[in-house]
């Protein structure tokens, strides 16, 4: 039996800019990155630095937060993501800074490179040009680019990538092509199990899009899901226009777990999805089943979400892509095309008037 998810004329109208499909550019976006970066030199402050900071906003500071998180145990170096105009006071010339933004025109990321340009850091710059393209090109920084496909949301693979690449090359972080190619491939199993095309039936995105109608999604992973569990949070945001939670394990059974009764009336009204991997420490799994049979004894809807894939990049990017579809298929129940974001965009025009 078909339903409206399955209706590809009508889906088609709805997707006008194909963000469905955009989706499933990842997998190239992140061998095509990673091959860029292989041609890299990084002049010795940026290999002698003892800490990174990566600047960004929204879908340009994801890739930063699933590179600190998915090889957290493995960064050689601390990594802080700042998402705001200011420094902490801990950066100076020993602080690699990278400042990513897809647009390279957003005032956040401009005002921390600006910063990070007079306090002497090395700067590195991931974009696909704008006024940090110019500074990048003016100031003679490394500089990663990319040709602009579509939002910057859908630019995940290029994020994660070019930072993870140029981290590698400064020897901050041992990555190997292989577990590159891995993220790619699982990617590409994920998008094809779970495309348009797949009816409902055997399609794990559009049945959970379906759980997430009318409901307030709260999205919860540990480790190196727990980067994971956030951009769903902002896929839902941004591309389903719906309101959407992200927590993280095993931090949420020692507070989430004890908030969920109240309103009495919200309950039934939230649908809770708890991602899953082979490689969660296993306190952490158990964890992740408590907090799940904790929701069912409240009368909250949940699922456990199983994730594939060898190694801990390829989990983030089967669940990435899993959750990236979920939102379109959201998009697509409430009648929305995915990929404009006005509100963002009114924003940013205000501020610029202001
Ligand atoms: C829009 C999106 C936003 C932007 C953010 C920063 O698709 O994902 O979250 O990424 O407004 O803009 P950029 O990425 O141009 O620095």
Redesign the pocket.
């Known amino acids: 039996m078909s339903d409206a998810l399955d209706d590809q004329t009508i889906f088609g109208r709805y997707d006008a800019s194909g963000m469905a499909g955009r989706v499933g550019r990842v997998a190239t976006q992140l061998r095509e990155g990673w091959a860029q970066t292989r041609r890299l030199t990084l002049p010795a402050p940026y290999r002698e630095a003892t800490a990174v900071i990566v600047l ?5 500071a994801v890739g930063a937060d699933l590179v600190r998180g998915v090889f957290a145990d493995r960064l050689r170096v601390p990594l802080v993501v700042v998402r705001d105009y200011r420094l902490p006071a801990f950066a100076g010339p020993s602080t690699l800074v990278v400042a990513s ?3 390279g ?2 005032e956040e ?1 401009l005002a921390g490179a600006a910063e990070a340009l007079e306090r002497r850091c090395p700067v590195a710059v991931i974009t696909s040009g704008g006024p940090l393209a110019e500074t990048a090109t003016r100031d003679a920084l490394p500089l990663l680019r990319f040709e602009p496909e579509s ?3 859908a630019a995940v693979g290029w994020s994660v990538a070019l930072l993870a690449g140029l981290l590698e090359r400064a020897g901050h972080l041992a990555l190997a092509d292989v577990e590159i190619e891995a993220a790619a491939e699982q990617a590409e199993r994920r998008h094809a199990a779970c495309a348009p095309g797949v009816s409902t039936a055997a399609n794990e995105a559009k049945q959970l899009a379906w759980s997430l109608v009318e409901r307030l999604p709260v999205v919860v992973g540990g480790g190196h899901l727990a980067p994971v569990a956030r951009r769903w949070k902002t896929q839902l945001n ?1 591309n389903a226009k719906s309101w959407a939670i992200a927590d993280e394990l095993p931090e949420a059974t020692h507070n989430t777990v004890a908030g969920i009764l109240q309103p009495d009336s919200l309950r039934e009204h939230l649908f809770a999805v708890v991602l899953a991997s082979p490689d969660d420490h296993p306190r952490t799994a158990l964890r992740g089943e408590l907090l799940a049979a904790l929701l069912g004894e409240a009368g909250t809807a949940h699922a456990r979400v199983a994730i594939e894939g060898s190694g801990p990049l390829a989990q983030a990017f089967d669940a990435i892509i899993l959750g990236d579809l979920v939102s379109v298929y959201l998009a697509r129940l409430y009648g929305l095309d995915p990929t404009p ?1 006005e509100a ?1 965009d009114a924003v940013k025009r205000r501020l610029a008037e202001a």
């Open positions: 960004g906003m929204g879908g340009s933004s897809h647009s025109a957003t990321t939002q910057p949301r941004e974001v963002i």
